[in-house]
């Protein structure tokens, strides 16, 4: 397919990159003079190897650059947040009232502090589950940011905190497991259905979903048992029959089933810049 580009319209798409790519070298840069280049991720490819570029003196290349998208989303973690305004006086005991702005007497002071403690810690304890059920795993939660302070010029209520917490923590990847799974069983109910390695070696079956024509003319919607999408191990089978698209004299392309799907394959792996 890359023969029939023509080669000036390619070399000018590569000179694009490459201007787009010295005016961001160029914002990026904190001191004059050249610097070198790091490249990685899947967008890596369009790029020389050789320091051509203006403001580059040199390129490196780490090892496994071009999965670089993907070690970074495997550790990515999970966050949950909360931002509002709490009232304190839930969180006093004794009937000690929070009415004034400022106040010297010991036992307002011992009251306020002790709301706000526990202000703090049902508030940690409420964003760390948040994070949890979010996807976060459950022993690898931690709070790094909390923050209680008073509204500014709220005479009038000056027991309204405005609260501020994050809380961070690893991907709990059992529960993704126990989710694909799930969305697997969900998609039993679509008419789609998956390649069967070993019937697109044996050169394919018919078509089995209910109320559909067999499509079996260009060797490629060869259909199994399973009510599940493609899978990466079906779509990389080695002996996949593949066949160019059916485009008629129009230039209309004619989509199958499995067209569609792979498209949708395709688009992910752009989505995520090559690397995901």
């Not at 290349?61 to 970074?72: F, K, M, Q, R, T």
């Not at 000690?96 to 709301?115: G, I, M, T, W």
């Not at 923590?169 to 390649?195: H, M, P, Q, W």
Request: glycine share 10%.
């Amino acid at each position: 397919a890359v023969a029939l580009l023509d080669a000036n319209r390619v070399a000018a798409c590569v000179s694009k990159f490459h201007s787009m790519l010295e005016v961001s070298i160029a914002r990026m840069k904190t001191r004059q003079g050249d610097v070198p280049l790091l490249l990685c991720g899947g967008g890596a490819v369009l790029l020389p190897r050789q320091p051509k570029l203006a403001g580059v003196s040199h390129v490196v290349v780490p090892p496994d650059a071009g999965v670089a998208n993907a070690i970074g989303a495997a550790m990515a973690e999970v966050a949950a947040s909360i931002d509002r305004v709490e009232d304190l006086r839930k969180y006093t005991e004794g009937g000690v009232e929070l009415n004034q702005v400022d106040s010297d007497a010991p036992e307002y002071k011992a009251a306020f502090d002790a709301a706000s403690r526990k202000l703090r810690a049902a508030v940690s304890a409420e964003v760390s589950r948040l994070a949890v059920e979010t996807g976060a795993e459950v022993g690898s939660v931690r709070v790094t940011e909390l923050e209680a302070k008073r509204l500014a010029y709220m005479s009038d209520f000056p027991s309204a905190m405005h609260v501020q917490a994050r809380a961070i923590g690893a991907i709990d990847f059992s529960r993704i497991r126990k989710l694909a799974a799930a969305a697997e069983v969900a998609a039993g109910a679509n008419t789609y259905r998956t390649f069967c390695a070993a019937e697109v070696a044996s050169g394919g079956v018919e078509q089995t979903d209910p109320g559909a024509s067999a499509q079996t003319s260009r060797g490629m919607d060869v259909l199994c048992d399973s009510d599940v999408l493609l899978d990466t191990d079906s779509v990389l089978h080695p002996q996949r029959p593949v066949a160019a698209p059916e485009v008629d004299a129009d230039g209309v392309w004619t989509m199958t089933q499995e067209d569609v799907e792979l498209l949708s394959i395709g688009a992910g792996v752009l989505g995520c810049g090559g690397g995901g």
